[in-house]
């Protein structure tokens, strides 16, 4: 498979599981929103910082209220990662894939992306918008089960893998994340009651609330949750989950020893760390750290499987470790 | 509501379906029995079922967008096939097997002795004044003696029934991937035709191709690794070359992708760098290689040339095969057939006026308004008079150019192409269309079961071209002895 197959596929994939999560992201939010009292409401310019938007947004020079993030995130064609940019990207990629991705893929992909591009009046609207989400996750599911059900177990299918892995690690952090936002005091007095709800939440963003009670059956709490969707070996949107399903697909590929030392990294890291005790400002630093850790597999792959980086998309991984300063997330489109 | 085809009016014109007294040709009598039957409300949806097959599909061609982007366009397709006999298409096929291997045999031979031009069939000046005549291509010996392995010849026909060859498109021609998927979309929205008639099948192909591209392969002792080398998404045909790689299940490559190394050349993959031996390129000579050609090609490959040069890759169409894709070469496709073959032509050239040559330079300028002025080197129908229908001014800017520059045009009468009844704003009108068939060349020659029908949507129009409002249609070769 040519390196530049391989890159514009890794990225395919990680547009698509990147809309799809985008689209949870939004409706956990909203969700939760709904579930809280005014006074403890963290608002929506949270999903601005955990997306390592914010310099982006501010730009914008809008409020931050809800119909801006929104915009920002779901249909804003110079954001990156909003939704509609996931979506062209992830096009523009699949162009270029048509001889190596199975041809129903490709029609259903289509459809699915020009459904998306006509609807996307509804998302903006907050009645329509959660089945517009919706649709779009559903929609992405199909697309998975499809790959599943028609690719062979070839180069092709590995790298595309490989992406959606990673991507969906990355992602499932970044929702862990909406709930270590600064904006909620979690010692707050009167909040434990809604302690509660969040964590709920978070499990049924990911679709994972079944998962987790068939699997811990004890109360939802903080602790156990964080356990299920960080370290969980079952659960396949748990961090750790997608971390090993990245080593099984890497262990396909030829040359993949140095890839896999990092990877080893960032699952020790995972392993290591101890999430009863772990306060607010400590989730979210370890939350960051992981992300680093995530980089450091991306560039791997890239180094490993990818033509030289002058060949490939402008846009790439900016990291900045000022505090509070989440990562962007990290592109590469179809270099054209 | 059934279609009444008395009043289809193709008077003073030659349809493929329908004869002069308004009944159906022998070919197409069960189709139009059978859209008469649909009627023209059930044609209109199963047009629009088409149309959405087309989009799902995902065959598109790309139009440059003004704002120096470019757009995907969904291909459009009228679903009202266009018909010829296999007795016809027969004598067709043949013709153009004749005509490309006399090309051929052209090619190879001004790359080496020019025996045409000493024995005085073919002018030297033509060759030593041609913008696709290549200096480095001089005395090499590609495998076969080939050099145009793939041509798209365009066919019309005149009013009188005559079919012409109008030009043959010897670089990079495109088209063919459209042929088949038009077949796909029209078996999916007209099944019940298939079941009843002996239509040839034309997705042979893209098998067939491979087949030719395996033959050039320098390393006989393995599979060899075709490519097919691509200026990459935003060049109009990549929908094509994506999709021959794929029915060939070869890499598509970008010159990016490729390098050269002791004059072999490599592709880079997941697993390191890996020997190519055959490369279908849609690329343009000029854009090949940086080295030999355009210096500020950042499509080809350096080095590219050197190592074809050497045989240790094989290029298809080879370079330099070009010389021969120029208007005025096309003037003396009859008599080279005659010298190379010693057979008389099958198929006529369209009669045309070599404006390089003083006396017909002359009858031109006298008659530009009944003529049809193209530049030798043009395609897509971009830069041509149509004579009848210019203003004067455009006709007095296209002698200065004539006079300041005759060996860049030829001239021909304007041809009244054949209709073939078409779905226009929820009517059957005929439309004009021309044919391109493809012919392959190797170890053995293949002509495409018919080619592609391209139509002018406009009334009235004789401009084919997609890139200028032209649509597409099914075409079939039908079996009527059968």
Redesign the interface.
Known sequence: MLSRVAENLYWLSRYLERAENMARLVNVNANLLLDLPPEYRPGWLALIDITGSRELFDAREKRGEERDVVHFLIADLDNPGSILSSVSFARENARTLRDVLPNEVWEHMNELFMEIKEKLPAALSKRSRFHFLQRIIRGMQTLTGELEGTMSRNDAFTLLMLGRNLERADMTSRIIDVRSAQLLPADAPGFQPFETIQWLNLLKSLSGYQMYRLSQRTRVSRSAVLEFVLRDLQFPRACLFCLKEVEHFLRALPRSAGVLGSLEGACSFLDRATLETLDQPGLHELIDRLQVHFIVVHEGIAETYFPPSAGSSGLQVQFSSEEHQKMPLSSGAAAI | MSINWTNYCASGLHDELIGPGGGARVAGRALIRHLSELGSQELGVRQQAAELAI????VTFTVYHEQGGSI?RAWPLDIIPRIISSREWNRIAAGLKQRVGALNHFINDVYHEQRIVKDGIFPLYIIASSRNFRPNCVGINPPQDCWAHICGSDLVRDKDGTVYVLEDNLRVPSGVSYMIENRQVVKRVLPELFENTAILPVDDYPSQLHETLVALSPRRERLPEIVVLTP???NSA?FEH??L??QMGC????G??LAVQDDCVY??????WTRVDVIYRRIDDDFLDPQSFRADSTLGVPGLMRAWAKGNVALANAPGAGVADDKLVYTYVPDMIRYYLDEDPILPNVPSWRCAEPEQLEHVLAHLDSLVVKPVDGSGGYGMLMGPTASQRERNHFATQLKASPRNFIAQPVITLSTVPTFVDERIEPRHVDLRPFILSGPKTYVTTGGLTRVALREGSLVVNSSQGGGSKDTWIVDIEA
């Open positions: 989009k799902v599909m995902g995907d990459g998404i935003y990549y994506s999709y790689a794929r890499e598509l490559v970008e990016r992708d592709m880079q993959t997941i697993h390191g």
